[in-house]
């Protein structure tokens, strides 16, 4: 069915950390990728030094504002004249207990996570269906399955994620329109190396595998889940998490 070389993706958070190694691997299948960012602009610029021979474009906007979205999808079908696959991956951590959490950090954390992934597919849905093919990809997280001391905000709008994805694969079933979560565990980006020391090692020392992931382990769930062949898969988690979570 259909070849992925030649269509359009949408990664959010496209220029760093696991979203990097999302549009790198896409690229790679000849796919064109537009790359979401918010602020680090020489991230962005990086990526498209990085492949002079693709075709990237870069959409800044922050994906918590229902207007930043709808007007990034917009400028994509516009520059590409398509777009098949939204890989709704970017998101932020403001970790604290319930107790210390403030209902702004409580509500940024939800908003950037969960509401911009509905924002984002609202937007992209009329498009995808009218083309009777589209992928979207949600990239929650295990703490979504397990919960986290610290992580309140975080795993309810990781696990928010994973109702927004089986109600979407339910309404666009027929539609040609798949829609997946995938469930990365501790991966090596700039969200974990942040964490102190010890904390780190604590993690680490409970990964069956015994280290961290990889972004391009992420990235080839990612690619599978978004070839066109993979018309029979919606409504699903794939955890990706070196036996963490079983
Ligand atoms: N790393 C892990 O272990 C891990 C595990 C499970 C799930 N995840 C999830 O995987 C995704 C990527 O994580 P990561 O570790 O690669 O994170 P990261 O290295 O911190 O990168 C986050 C990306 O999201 C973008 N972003 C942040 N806030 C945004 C906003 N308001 N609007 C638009 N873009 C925004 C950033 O853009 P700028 O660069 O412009 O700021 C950046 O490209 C996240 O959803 C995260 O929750 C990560």
């Not at 007007?71 to 079908?77: H, K, L, P, S, W």
């Not at 780190?200 to 069956?208: F, S």
Request: charged content about 25%; hydrophobic content about 40%; overall charge negative.
């Amino acid at each position: 069915m259909g070849e992925i070389k030649g269509q359009v993706a949408l990664v959010t958070g496209g220029t760093r950390g696991i979203g990097l190694a999302i549009s790198e691997r896409l690229v790679e299948r000849g796919v064109k990728v537009a790359a979401g960012y918010s602020r680090d602009a020489e991230a962005a610029k990086r990526l498209v030094d990085a492949h002079p021979e693709a075709d990237i474009t870069l959409h800044q906007g922050n994906i918590g504002r229902a207007e930043d979205c709808e007007r990034v999808i917009g400028e994509v079908i516009e520059q590409h004249g398509r777009l098949d696959i939204l890989v709704n991956n970017a998101g932020i951590n403001i970790d604290k207990t319930v107790r210390k959490m403030s209902p702004e950090d409580w509500d940024q954390v939800v908003r950037v996570n969960l509401s911009g992934a509905f924002y984002l597919s609202r937007a992209v849905l009329n498009h995808m269906t009218e083309r009777k093919h589209g992928r979207i990809i949600n990239i929650s997280s295990v703490i979504g399955l397990t919960g986290n001391v610290g992580q309140a905000n975080y795993a309810a709008a990781k696990s928010g994620l994973f109702g927004l994805t089986m109600s979407l694969a339910l309404e666009t079933a027929k539609k040609g329109v798949t829609v997946n979560s995938v469930a990365p565990g501790f991966i090596e980006t700039e969200m974990v190396t942040a964490m102190p020391e010890k904390a780190l090692e604590k993690v680490i020392a409970q990964i069956p595998v015994g280290r961290l992931g990889r972004g391009d382990e992420v990235a080839r769930v990612v690619e599978f889940l978004a070839d066109p062949d993979s018309s029979y898969i919606t409504g699903e988690v794939y955890g990706i998490n070196g036996g963490l979570y079983m």
